[in-house]
Structure formats: C-alpha cells, structure tokens
C-alpha cells in the first residue's frame, strides 16, 4: 500500500507527458525510462508499457510481448509487496526510436485526459484488500497473456487499456474503473475465442 501511495500524485496525463518528453531522444530504453519514473512508482511504471500497448506501437513485432512481460513482472512485484521494481536486463536493454514513438504517444493525450476526467473515489468497497490484490493478480494476467495474443488482432490493445484502466482504480480508487477493466478482459477473450474459431 505504501509503495502504491508514492505514486498517487501522478495522473495519468502526466504519464503521458512524461512518456511524450522520454521519447523525443533519438532513442530511449527500458531502463532510462525506469529511472526517470522512480524504481518505486509502481503504478506510473505499470502504465507506461499498457500505454505503449495501446498505442500504434503495438504494431512493432515484439513490442507487445516485451509490455506484456514488464506489467506482469512489475505487476507481480506490486502484488508480493515489494518496496521497489525489479527488470530483466534483457527488458531493459530494449529501446524505442525516438521520433516515431513520439508520434504514436502524443496520440494517447484524449484517453489519457478522459481517465484523469471521469476516475474519482466511488466503489470504495471494491478498492479495499483483498480486492486490491485480486485486481494486481488481473494485471499480471493480462501480461503474461500478451505474449501470446500478439498475432490476435485487438486483443494486446484490449488488454494494455484493461491495464490502464486497473492502474487509475488503484491510483484513484475507483471501483467502476476495475469493473470497466475486467470487462475489457471479458472482451478481450471474446475475440481470442472468436479468432481461434475461424481455425
């Protein structure tokens, strides 16, 4: 819970902004990311792959399974209690170019602004332990999904805004986010079930 609290001040605009800021090197890496958010800041750090997910990035080959990999990792450690995040160095060699990221990232400013706009404290219930635990055990789902969704189309995106969604409940408490949240899971699911049909 502390370590959650550290990271309350950021909304998810400010993510954004910050993300927006980190790619407009000619590359940025894992790592350098890592430390500009704080090896603490759980939450901020949860959201940056979920938002690159859920951009035109996903597009790059790898990109989804390398994000899905760091949220289940970070969500997993975020879960066990642990006071600060830990990565793979394989994870954290990894880099986006910077211009084209850019571009890709600013395009996430109106959903980032229509979370920060609508999250507010409201099914305070949902947002307590052990709901807490069991909405971070949703989060290391969805990662460890990811890498295996990747030909799917939709579903990484899908499950990255699921993410996103889970990460402004805890940040806000909002319990009818992580609602939202599990049924973009739900969906999400649905068009893994549908796709695996026409096989």
Do not use: Y
Request: net charge positive.
């Amino acid at each position: 819970m502390a370590v959650e609290n550290q990271a309350k001040a950021k909304r998810v605009d400010q993510i954004v902004d910050q993300l927006e800021e980190l790619t407009g090197q000619n590359r940025v890496s894992v790592r350098e990311i890592l430390e500009a958010f704080g090896n603490r800041s759980f939450l901020p750090v949860l959201m940056v792959p979920a938002l690159l997910v859920v951009s035109p990035l996903s597009g790059i080959p790898l990109l989804p399974t390398i994000c899905g990999l760091t949220i289940a990792t970070v969500a997993a450690q975020m879960f066990a209690g642990r006071d600060h995040i830990w990565l793979p160095r394989f994870v954290m060699r990894r880099s986006l170019g910077g211009t084209n990221a850019q571009r890709a990232i600013r395009r996430l400013h109106g959903f980032a602004r229509w979370l920060d706009e609508h999250a507010r404290d409201r099914l305070r219930p949902l947002m307590r332990w052990p709901s807490r635990k069991v909405i971070q055990a949703l989060c290391i789902l969805c990662g460890a999904a990811m890498p295996f969704l990747e030909l799917v189309p939709f579903s990484s995106s899908m499950l990255g805004a699921a993410v996103l969604l889970f990460g402004t409940a805890l940040l806000i408490r909002d319990g009818l986010l992580a609602l939202l949240g599990m049924i973009l899971m739900a969906a999400a699911a649905t068009v893994v079930l549908a796709v695996a049909g026409l096989f």
